[in-house]
């Protein structure tokens, strides 16, 4: 009788704590539309350039503690409109859309598939980005931040090879400008609820 009142206490001493360990942490959906910062930066022979967006899409499911940080993130994707990159030259523009082959190829899109995220708030990512029609494993990382009002500031960049993802670097003027092959995606995103 004795040894079962203690096997009973101690299942409901176990059950009260692993009760307490999922209140202590949520996975929340948070997304952002139209509200990101993509700036896409190379290099010429004759001067640097950039192009620019802020429309696209993301959403991430993500494990906040106890105190309201960041410990987990279990999905992430977002899917950017590859015309909405602009640049100041519509020229330049129309090579890009070539070489980004949007004819066939409208979003460039991110899709996680393992992710860390330290206690300062760094996120390590491991997942596919898609580009032109080409889809390959990057690791990307980036800096997050909680904000007063609860949503999610999330920066980072990511050095790309134009090749390794099937394209073209984009010439013009006849060939005697020409784009080197690396380029630099640098994202600025704030996450909401």
């Given at each position: 009788?004795?040894?079962?009142?203690?096997?009973?206490?101690t299942s409901l001493l176990l059950m009260i704590a692993v009760l307490l360990a999922l209140a202590s942490v949520a996975q929340v959906k948070y997304h952002a539309k139209d509200d990101l910062q993509i700036v896409v930066s190379g290099t010429s022979t004759m001067h640097d350039w950039d192009m620019k967006t802020s429309k696209?899409?993301?959403?991430?499911?993500?494990?906040?503690?106890a105190d309201g940080g960041l410990s987990g993130l279990t999905a992430l994707s977002f899917a950017v409109p590859a015309e909405s990159l602009k640049s100041d030259h519509k020229g330049m523009d129309k090579n890009a859309y070539k070489a980004l082959k949007t004819g066939a190829n409208t979003t460039?899109?991110?899709?996680?598939?393992t992710a860390t995220i330290?206690?300062?708030?760094?996120i390590k990512c491991q997942g596919?980005?898609?580009?032109?029609g080409t889809t390959l494993d990057v690791d990307l990382t980036a800096t997050s931040q909680v904000?007063?009002?609860?949503?999610?500031?999330?920066k980072g960049s990511k050095k790309i090879s134009?090749?390794?993802?099937?394209?073209?670097?984009?010439?013009?003027?006849?060939?005697?400008v020409k784009t080197g092959n690396d380029v630099t995606v640098q994202f600025n995103l704030t996450l909401r609820k």
């Open positions: 009788m004795m040894t079962q009142n203690i096997k009973r206490k696209g899409i993301s959403d991430a499911t993500i494990i906040l503690n460039i899109s991110y899709t996680l598939s330290n206690p300062d708030g760094a596919k980005l898609s580009i032109a904000n007063p009002d609860k949503s999610i500031s999330v134009m090749k390794a993802y099937n394209m073209t670097p984009p010439s013009f003027m006849l060939g005697t």
